[in-house]
């Protein structure tokens, strides 16, 4: 009979009953020899354990998550700055568990987003929508900040990431969301400026292609410092293309 590759967690159970059975005392190691002897019938144990994946689905739990219309629970207050993302939120809870929101005005310019589901699943909501709103916020301020795009770009970049969060981006050939047009500049009186040689004009991103592709690490649990650095990468390699 083929013996089976141990999983990561049956491999370090094995190292420990090594160690118990090798410096245990005489009891210990006698019932550690036996229950390695049973590991040993059904596993092959060579090699190191297999590497512990360091990424986890945002929705991994999506088949525990239940719906409950009897009372919508609030799961995030919204600053008026960020109402921008309100709905990508809305739509992220909805889409991955089926469970709807509304919108109800809370203290002050804040906004309450709350949703038909258990208590007892408000916590694992909470921790989603709170990852969807900082990395919604973290990215488009970096974006922004390396790339001088304009606030008609927000909503774009939004969607990509959305899309990429969702694992539904645009099929090929389907058009994108169009960046804003260039803004006019005032006509100078006077002769022309030269323009100077060699001087390249900034070529930017599109908002939704590259964002498309963070989506996809913000759903893979990646750290945000991570996705941020995959964001740096990506401008920096687009503009060395442009040279």
Known sequence: ??????????????????????????HEAAVAKNK????????????????KPDVEDLFSRAANIKPDARKYRPVHTFDIKDSAIIAFAQWALSNAFKIEGVLKNGK????????????????????????????????????RSSTGAERADEN?????????????????????????????????????????????????PHPYEIACLLGEQIRLSHSLERVVESLETALRLGAQSER
């Open 1 to 26: 009979m083929k013996l089976q590759s141990p999983p990561r967690n049956i491999h370090l159970r094995y190292t420990k009953l090594k160690t118990m059975a090798e410096r245990g005392a005489a």
């Open 36 to 51: 390695l002897a049973a590991l040993e019938k059904k596993y092959a144990f060579s090699g190191p354990p297999p590497e």
């Open 108 to 143: 002050g310019n804040k906004t309450d987003l709350c949703v038909g589901a258990r208590e007892a699943d408000l916590p694992y909501l909470r921790h989603i929508v709170g990852v969807i709103v900082e990395s919604f916020q973290r990215l488009w301020a970096q974006f």
């Open 156 to 204: 774009p970049f939004y969607r990509g990431l959305y899309d990429g969060l969702m694992r539904d981006p645009r099929k090929d050939g389907e058009a994108l969301p169009k960046p804003p047009p260039p803004k006019k500049r005032p006509k100078r009186r006077g002769k022309p400026v030269a323009a100077v040689p060699g001087a390249q004009s900034q070529v930017r």
